[in-house]
Every structure is written in structure tokens, then in C-alpha cells.
């Protein structure tokens, strides 16, 4: 009995644990043995809705399995029917390359050679400034250059006649309309003189043609005057022959001529000293000019001196004439030295200035050697920071260099020229007032030979 009744203590707090906290607690057996029962059929019944929902459950994965396997059965049984068309297809296209290959026999190797030649040209023909006058020719090539499959008899005579036509307008000059892009960016629509392959006008100027936009450009800078002129009697009078300078390299030698500086931009680059040599030789030709007028005027005086016997005023041989008549009774020394007296005053007179014209013609090419050497000093430093990977940057900054040395000797050879006639000229005065004084004196020294005889 007391077993018993420790089982039913134990059965009792086990039933209070699990049940819900709002339960009141058996008071006696009988009270807990109706509480299991109840609890006992509550647990069948979910057990049972459990047990029924799991088969259900059950049922629908079954029938999911069998709809699967069923769509993989269908699906392996599509992929062997593909694979064997598949093989089915592979053996007849080989079979029908081969017969290919025989049918065409020598012909195989003749459109190889047509795809080739046409891809060629097609690169030629698109560079070529003759495109914007037939573009329908891009889509033949492309298809005869690209397309897998044998030309056609048209397409091979179209080739042909494409090739022939280039041939033909390679030695015409034709007119066209086509867009012209201006130096400011600016686009407009004009009349295009083609010339053959080699070049194109349009108002009166040489433009170029871009294959990538297939439009023409305006060069940046027009050739030489001489060059440009003939350009406009040559739009003007079609029909005709008419000169005009054409580039046989399709606009490189034009690109190279746009690219070479002017005489301005060569100057530009002597910088500083470039304008110091050219401010120099200014100077010193003003200088060698008004020497020159100057030397004239002295000379004409002269001139009429030598057929007046009164001495005339303002000029060297007027004051030797009055000095020899002003001391004829003299001793030979006294009017020897007047006269060597009036000789030495006006020689510096007349050379006045001669002489700063040599010392600009001698120190042009010293400040030309100067720019120089500082050229060469930025030309290393650019060598140092950059490297001597870029021979252009070495030659650019050479030529440069070399345009004070240029300058300067531009400036010497004339100075020289022009010292070298003021200096003969002021040389033939001083020497035509010694040889009027030597005479004086000779014809003086005859005279007291006479007087003493």
C-alpha cells in the first residue's frame, strides 16, 4: 500500500508538470485516475490526425516522385533523340563539304584568293578620298571579304567593275558635294575637286580626307602663297588644263609642309636673345645707312670742291684748301703739320659710327652662340627628366637651340657687308684729303726749290 501510494505521488507531479499551469491539482486518486484517462484519449485523437496527415503527406511526395521520374525519362529520351540528329547532321554536313570540295575543285582556291583581294581593297578603297563618290561599294566588299559561302557570278563581276571604276577616277578630276569641316570645328556643305588620289580643294583651299568620319578637313595652315594661288584659277576653269601643285604621297608632304614653321615662328623660338640679335642688327643697318647718307653728303661736297679753287665751307677739303692758302708763307714744316692738323681732326668725323657697326657684327654671333648653349642647357635637363626615349624631343629642342646661332650669323654677314662699304667709303675721303694735302705740299716745296734756284 504505501508503494502504491508513492507511484501515486510520482504520477501526480509528473501530471502537474506537464498540464497546464491553469489546472487545478487532483484531490484525490479517483480524481487523477479520470485526468489520465481523459488526457490518455485527447493524445490518441491528435496522434491519429497526425498519423492520418503524415500519409497524406506521404501519398503527395510519392506522386511528386513519380511526375519527376516521369519528365526525366521524357527529357533522356529527347536528349538521345537530339544527340542522334545531331550525329545525323554532322555526317551529312561532312558528307556535303566533301562534295563541295570536289565540285569546286580548283575554284576553292580561286574565291579564297577573291575574299582575300577583297578585304584588301576594301581597306584601300575606304582610305581612299573616291569613297564619298560611291559608298554602296563597303557593303559588296564587306560581303565578298567576310561571307563563308562562294560568290556569286554578279558578285564577281561587281568586284571587278568596283575595281575598274577605282582605277578610272584615280586619273580624273572630278567635283562632288561633301562635308567639309572648317578650322574652327564648324561643318557646312561644299563642292569638293577631287584630284585623282592625290588631293582635294574646296573654296579655294587644300583639305584633307578622314576615312574614320568621311568628311574632309581644312588643313590647319595652307602652303606658300605660290602654291595656294593656283588653286582657285584651277576650281574656276574646269574643263580645261590648268596647273596646279599636287602631292604625289596623298597629303604627306602637305601634312609636312603645314607642320614646318614660318619665319615668324622660327624667330619665336629664339626667345630672348633671339629678338636681342634681331634688335642689333636693326641698330646697327640704321647705323651703317646714316653713315652711308652721310658719307655721300661729305663726298659731293668734296666733288664740288675739287672743281672750285675758293674754299668752300662745310667740308674737310674746303678747310685743307683755305689752311694752305692761309699759310703759303710758312716754312714747308709749319704748313706740312696745319695740314696734317685739319686731316687728323676730320678723320674721326668721318668715321664717326663706322666702327659700332663691326661691334655689332661681331658680337651677333657671340649672343647667337650664347642662346645656343642655353638651349642645350634646357635640352639636357629635358633629357635628364625624360630619358632619350623620344629622339624628337632631343632634335626639337636641338633646333631650337640652333636658331640664336642662325640668327646671329643672319645678322653678321650683312653687318659685315654693310662695315665694309661704309668703311671703303670713309677710307676713299680721309685718303683723297691726304692725297689733296700731299699735293698741296709738293706743289709748295717746288715753289721754294724755284725761289732758292
Known amino acids: 500500500m504505501k508503494g502504491f501510494k508513492s507511484l501515486a505521488a510520482v504520477l501526480l507531479a509528473s501530471l502537474f508538470m506537464v498540464s497546464s499551469a491553469q489546472a487545478e491539482a487532483p484531490k484525490n486518486l479517483n480524481e487523477l485516475l479520470k485526468s489520465v484517462k481523459s488526457e490518455s484519449i485527447v493524445e490518441s485523437k491528435e496522434n491519429k490526425a497526425r498519423e492520418a496527415e503524415f500519409l497524406s503527406d506521404k501519398n503527395k511526395q510519392a506522386a511528386l516522385l513519380q511526375q519527376a521520374k516521369a519528365k526525366l525519362q521524357a527529357a533522356t529520351e529527347q536528349g538521345d533523340q537530339l544527340k542522334a540528329t545531331f550525329d545525323d547532321n554532322d ?14 575543285g580548283t575554284l576553292g582556291e580561286m574565291f579564297g584568293v577573291v575574299r582575300q583581294y577583297a578585304g584588301e581593297f576594301k581597306g584601300l578603297f ?14 559588296l566588299l564587306t560581303k565578298l571579304a567576310e561571307s563563308k559561302e562562294l560568290p556569286s557570278t554578279e558578285e564577281l563581276e561587281s568586284f571587278w567593275h568596283t575595281i575598274l571604276q577605282q582605277i578610272i577616277v584615280s586619273g580624273e578630276t572630278s567635283t562632288t558635294p561633301a562635308t567639309v569641316v572648317y578650322g574652327e570645328g564648324k561643318e557646312a556643305t561644299a563642292d569638293v575637286t577631287l584630284v585623282g588620289e592625290f588631293n582635294a580643294i574646296a573654296d579655294g583651299k587644300y583639305v584633307t580626307y578622314v576615312p574614320e568620319t568621311q568628311k574632309f578637313e581644312e588643313l590647319s595652315r595652307q602652303p606658300a602663297n605660290n602654291i595656294t594661288t593656283l588653286v582657285s584659277g584651277f576650281e574656276a576653269n574646269k574643263g580645261t588644263y590648268q596647273p596646279l601643285y599636287i602631292d604625289p604621297s596623298r597629303g604627306v608632304i602637305l601634312s609636312l609642309l603645314v607642320q614646318s614653321p614660318t619665319v615668324k615662328e622660327r624667330v619665336e623660338q629664339g626667345g630672348v636673345v633671339g629678338y636681342v640679335i634681331l634688335g642689333m642688327g636693326a641698330i646697327g643697318a640704321l647705323i651703317a645707312l646714316v653713315c652711308y647718307l652721310r658719307l655721300l653728303v661729305i663726298g659731293n661736297k668734296m666733288r664740288k670742291q675739287e672743281k672750285s679753287d675758293s674754299p668752300l665751307k662745310n667740308n674737310p677739303l674746303g678747310e685743307v684748301i683755305e689752311a694752305y692758302q692761309d699759310h703759303k708763307g710758312d716754312n714747308l714744316e709749319d704748313l706740312e703739320a696745319k695740314l696734317d692738323e685739319i686731316i687728323l681732326r676730320n678723320a674721326p668725323r668721318i668715321e664717326r659710327f663706322v666702327g659700332s657697326i663691326k661691334l655689332f657684327a661681331s658680337v651677333a654671333p657671340l649672343l647667337g652662340l650664347l642662346g645656343t648653349v642655353m638651349g642645350m642647357i634646357g635640352t639636357f635637363q629635358a633629357i635628364t627628366l625624360f630619358g632619350t626615349g623620344d629622339p624628337k624631343l632631343m632634335a626639337g629642342g636641338i633646333s631650337e637651340a640652333l636658331v640664336t646661332t642662325m640668327l646671329g650669323l643672319v645678322v653678321a654677314i650683312p ?12 677710307r676713299r675721303l680721309i685718303q683723297t684729303l691726304e692725297e689733296q694735302s700731299a699735293g698741296f705740299i709738293a706743289r709748295y716745296q717746288e715753289k721754294l726749290h724755284k725761289a732758292q734756284d
Open 91 to 104: 555526317k551529312q554536313l561532312t558528307e556535303l563539304t566533301e562534295t563541295l570540295r570536289v565540285r569546286s
Open 126 to 139: 575606304h582610305a581612299s578620298q573616291n569613297a564619298v563618290q560611291f559608298p554602296e561599294r563597303d557593303a
Open 415 to 426: 653687318l659685315l657687308f654693310l662695315y665694309t662699304l661704309v668703311h671703303s667709303k670713309s
